[in-house]
């Protein structure tokens, strides 16, 4: 069982001086539900190296059992600090794509053609993509083997409209994950905000937010074992 984590090579939030990059929670508890399981996990980003940390997930408040877990796993932060450069990555050597959100993908990897091809490539062999919070994002682009929009007709989620109210970031990032799946003929269902709730239509995988991280690899390592 080998999963590809794929994950933001952005760290600039905007033009408001401020950093973003990918969410630690959204990283760490997939990252170990799926090592736990016994996946074998490659991490990759568009330019390779160590991705950028929003630093607001590293707040306090923001601290799971799974980020505690990361914070003194040296095993773990090695292998973050030293992703796989995407276009390197050969799609037909996993069983699955996990993309782990925090705002950065939506202005790199919703952008990335070699995102995009992994994810379309992915798709067409029969196998799954997750991704969670702002991370289905990256399915701005994708096309399914009819060359519709992949999302259209499915039962998706991701960032709520509210939610990004909430952070006080609608006007900052390029697009907003709701409308966008909307947008593109998705079925978007939400739960309340900073509520976990997964959306799986056959082998898309998508969560709205950081309490969804460990429910989408849950469902991940499910549709994994169905296959």
Not at 69 to 93: G, P, Y
Not at 105 to 134: M, N, Y
Request: glycine share 8%.
């Amino acid at each position: 069982m080998k999963v590809l984590i794929v994950l933001t090579s952005h760290e600039d939030l905007g033009n408001t001086g401020k950093k973003t990059g990918f969410w630690l929670e959204e990283f760490a508890a997939p990252y170990y539900a799926l090592r736990d399981a016994g996946a074998a996990l490659t991490l990759a980003s568009p330019r390779g190296g160590q991705p950028p940390l929003d630093p607001k997930s590293s707040d306090p408040s923001a601290q799971t059992d799974a980020t505690r877990r990361f914070a003194s796993d040296t095993e773990a932060q090695t292998a973050l600090a030293n992703t796989k450069r995407l276009a390197d990555i050969d799609a037909s050597a996993f069983d699955a794509v996990f993309y782990p959100g925090g705002h950065g993908p939506l202005w790199d990897l919703a952008e990335d053609p070699v995102s995009i091809a992994l994810i379309e490539k992915t798709i067409a062999a029969g196998k799954p993509v997750a991704a969670v919070c702002h991370a289905p994002g990256v399915l701005r682009h994708v096309k399914g083997a009819d060359g519709k929009p992949l999302v259209a007709g499915k039962s998706v989620t991701g960032f709520s409209n509210d939610e990004e109210a909430a952070v006080q970031l609608t006007d900052v990032v390029p697009f907003l994950v709701e409308d966008m799946l909307r947008a593109n003929g998705g079925q978007y269902s939400k739960a309340a905000d900073w509520q976990p709730h997964v959306a799986t239509d056959g082998l898309l995988i998508t969560g709205q937010n950081p309490a969804s991280s460990e429910p989408v690899a849950e469902a991940l390592l499910a549709a994994l074992r169905r296959a």
